[in-house]
């Protein structure tokens, strides 16, 4: 096909055109979209954040190319609302309007919760970053949500060995559930941030100061042991058929991280 | 166990103490080491480049922690020498010294290639990123190389429907390969510059933009079928077990990419 | 003064104590606080986005740190209004509550704009990278603006010599000014996104497409001629004491930027 | 000037021609260059490490454009000696290679010094994000030198309200200084390194996280004393017209950092 051709009638869909190079395409889209969202909250009912977004769909061997402008289409439309269910509802339709076998969507976002701190009762709002991932193709669907939890750690080894003090650092622990049923991202971060050696505040007096320093110290943990918390307290929790946990130490005595990973799946022999 | 008392006698191992949990963890380790690095060059025999280095080995879940300061001590010994044989070499080391199942390094590095301008013949550097990635469990050990290749690409559409010009942007391939035999890094880069609507280079003089200029309107090219070609001319290779090509294109009329993969797994069937 | 004794009775104020080495500070505070804001919004009246701050007094030679919490106590309770003048009166707040000469903030967040497709219609969102820099020590204030554009750029050069084509690229520029009267983010993004080849957008049909390209290759640009264009029409706007104009072209045909920059002062000597 | 006239002669030089508008551009050229470059080391006499580059000169307003190919070619005939001497004959060479009355380059790079740990006395490599940035406009030379470095800090309050323990963290010094006689990058990474709680280390034994962990502990420091620390010390060293020092924790207790800058300038009335 000849581009001067086309300019004579109408417009040539070039994407709607075969290939022939017997080449299936896993995913194919838009990739690093900003936009502003709005999802659940459970102390607001709704939040207001912003948010990159990458949306895909899978393409056959036989077709040139995909409408990348439906992919934008479709999102504005569902961005006012995406709770859960409705991100679903967002996959299905655009798995329709692209005419795909599976619509697959990343949603990164900053999250927030207000926070008091632990002596002086001082409010102030802690920023998570969170992911959903979904996929959808007819009757199976997948939703994935991770959240970004900062945290205190105490190193067990410094502690043990030192006559006073003990290197401790701001680590991140990212953990990653498989949906069952609902679940706030409240209780997600909540779980995280009691299984480290003290959660991290945006505000904190000098009382509150004095009580995270000791409460750091009292309950001292490698990354191994904040991975391994985390772990049995969402085991515990029951509702999650897959899951993995990282914990990453911003080292204070070194210049690189410290890093662990633990996975789960209720499908796969667990040890024990 | 006390601090006190550890510091009494000679210094307590908390690491090497028993856990309870029963959590065993896939992988723990360090990330983010920044390192200069010696690999493999063809046209140089060596060449020096700046790394970030993670080094990871399982943890059986009744230990309590894993000893960081041996994953340096181990990368050190070798980085002077980070051919692909003495990567897997220094995994073996790794798996050893920490007295793990399984050891694992992923190592990003710049990789450098002098290229000559197509008409002008000047030469410059171009960089690309790359990274190994390998695992060694004993008689399983896996080695899988990306790189990241920036390239030209003209819009199909755009020069389809429209009088005159058409939009063009950079975009950035990235091939991530399992190895099979030994190949050169340059090979790869090859087969991707020449996949594309035309490659980009760090010096062009009026001659030479004249001709990519032209080149690149001669060969328009979606993310589609960036990934079609470089999967074709991977296959035709036939050395790789298993290979991914992500296209990432860096739109030039919208601010967000174009994006696409394709997969091959030669264990798996392949649709034709 | 011993640490142990400061247990004992009521809490010391280490930060209040003396210090010797009369050095003063310049800037001390809090930076990379993520937190939740609204901002103005000619369309909207209001519009709620996410940021990252930065808040700084300076600190006289005689005193041996500042209160830290004080900033984020100041800054949350503007955040819901955080308008140009109630971005001054945080200012002056927080110098107060600070005990300083000086207090200053630089917030980044993303401002988002309803952008219309310019045959189809359609409507999307855009996303700008804005940041507000501000400072207040009693009698003089200094509030800063910056918006940072993405354009496309077609290159004059390539035009000229190829028989075919031109290379084109995403660019990006940043513009910031100095403020006199008030004046909406919208007219300034305005002012940009017509002083390149063609503006970019997030949702484009067919029928848009070739209206860009075609009216981006109609007005071919250096980044020299953005940053003078936007120059001259800064100055034509006549309200902004001082500016500066900066344009990054994503090059097509390199793996690296072309970037010009352009300062006006208006207390300065003007060439011409 | 049509392009189409352009085709049929000698290739038209649109850089060359004249801009009407009147606005002198500040400085226009290459930015984000990736390149593999060699420097002095006072161990080893040079080291291979890899920058991104910046090289811009000024623009007269009667000038369309510059001509970016020109940078590259310089900066390339260079990059196997940019000691401090050679980064200005190079500076030298741009301004008259490009007709213009001042150059720019600013080279961002990884510095590598090998550390020797202070009891096991092993050792490792430790990088550090260095800078020059330089200026050459005939008579007047100008030469900057940038070090991060990465330290140790205790809370001195934190310590001193706590009846244990102490919240410490990673924290980043940038120093920068305007260079008088030569001096070497070693010098004033260890003037840093001495300033802080502790320095940090690439390979750390036990016996060595008992002592870098004691030693910090005994030595608390805001980032208000970090900077101090290095400002006195660069001060006695009596070589830096001006320079400034900046220092950021990353507040352990915190999802952000604490942040100081003191500046110095021998020609300004110093306090005292």
Chains 1, 2, 3, 4 share one sequence.
């Not at 607001?44 to 402008?69: C, E, R, W």
Request: aromatic residues 10%.
């Amino acid at each position: 096909m000849s581009a001067r051709g086309a300019k004579a009638g109408p417009m040539v869909d070039v994407q709607s055109m075969k290939d022939e190079r017997r080449v299936p395409i896993k995913k194919v889209g838009v990739k690093g979209v900003r936009y502003p969202i709005t999802v659940l909250d459970r102390a607001n009912t709704i939040q207001h954040t912003t948010a990159t977004v990458n949306l895909y769909v899978d393409l056959p061997h036989d077709f040139k190319g995909t409408h990348m402008s439906r992919f934008i289409e479709v999102f504005n439309d569902h961005r006012r609302d995406l709770s859960m269910p409705r991100f679903l509802a967002m996959l299905d339709e655009l798995r329709s309007s692209l005419d795909a076998e599976t619509a697959y969507c990343d949603l990164h976002f900053s999250y927030f919760i207000e926070k008091t701190a632990p002596v002086s009762g001082q409010k102030s709002m802690m920023s998570y970053e969170c992911s959903y991932e979904g996929s959808s193709s007819g009757s199976e669907r997948e939703f994935w949500v991770t959240v970004q939890v900062p945290v205190q750690t105490v190193c067990p080894c410094s502690k043990a060995i030192s006559d006073y003090g003990a290197h401790n650092q701001r680590g991140l622990v990212r953990a990653r559930v498989k949906l069952g049923p609902f679940f706030w991202i409240e209780d997600l971060v909540s779980i995280v941030e009691s299984s480290a050696s003290c959660d991290v505040y945006t505000l904190l007096k000098r009382d509150d100061e004095k009580f995270v320093t000791e409460r750091a110290f009292d309950r001292p943990m490698f990354v191994e042991d904040v991975v391994r918390e985390v772990y049995t307290r969402l085991l515990a929790e029951g509702s999650f058929p897959k899951f993995s946990v990282e914990a990453e130490n911003f080292e204070s005595i070194h210049n690189h991280s410290a890093y662990a990973l633990v996975e789960y799946d209720s499908a796969a022999n667990q040890p024990g």
